[in-house]
């Protein structure tokens, strides 16, 4: 549990502050739009899954703060869960497609979200997994920053997210741009 709950403060303003940028990047690295199931894990208030309504024919999203989920929960075709990504309570090989935007960085056990998204992915599934590349300096800054505010951020490069695939029966590759990495992954 964090030393103080971030995301709960945040929730009803945290779409004003953090906005959806090039959505259209996203759509094209999870190959959508898909005839099945996409899960946004750690997806919060579904500012992005937002972007997909429409693209896929249920859209879940996995956050651990139920006043986050809130915002969720207002938006029309979206599925909002209270869960841990550590521990996802969906059955295995249940998602056509699953995101995790911005998030990585922020939950407790990363090497066992990992784990659990690549259960919960079908054969032949995609995950595609964004976040801000630790490679940058002004990346390095805002890990300063979220320290100093006390959260439990741990930024990883996208070199060593791409690691934790390791073993699991997955293609991966790396796609840079600006300072964004993003980890995309095609379970064989």
């Known amino acids: 549990m964090p030393i103080l709950d971030h995301f709960s403060i945040l929730a009803p303003f945290y779409e004003n502050f953090i906005r959806l ?7 094209e690295a999870a190959k959508m ?6 899960l946004d894990a750690g997806g919060g208030t579904g500012r992005v899954t937002q972007a997909f309504i429409g693209l896929a024919k249920k859209m879940f999203i996995a956050d651990e703060s139920r ?9 029309d075709s979206l599925i909002p869960v209270c869960s841990y990504t550590e521990n996802l309570p969906f059955p295995d090989e249940y ?10 960085h922020h939950v407790e ?3 066992k979200t990992i784990r659990e998204m690549c259960r919960v992915l079908k054969t032949g599934g995609r995950l595609v997994i964004e ?13 300063i920053g979220e320290k100093l505010a006390l959260m439990r951020s741990r930024f990883l490069s ?29 379970k064989v």
Do not use: C, Y
């Not at 940028?21 to 759509?27: G, L, S």
């Not at 073993?167 to 993003?182: E, F, L, M, P």
């Open 158 to 186: 996208p070199e060593k997210i791409e690691r934790f695939f390791d073993g699991q029966k997955a293609i991966t590759k790396i796609v840079r741009n600006d300072h964004n990495a993003w980890i995309i992954v095609d």
């Open 131 to 143: 976040e801000p590349d630790i490679k940058k300096f002004a990346v390095k800054l805002v890990a």
């Open 95 to 104: 998602f056509d497609r699953i995101i995790m935007v911005d998030a990585l």
């Open 33 to 38: 739009p898909v005839d099945g199931t996409l």
């Open 67 to 75: 006043k986050m989920l809130m915002q969720a929960f207002e938006k």
């Open 21 to 27: 940028r090039d959505p259209e990047m996203i759509i």
């Open 109 to 111: 056990d990363q090497s």
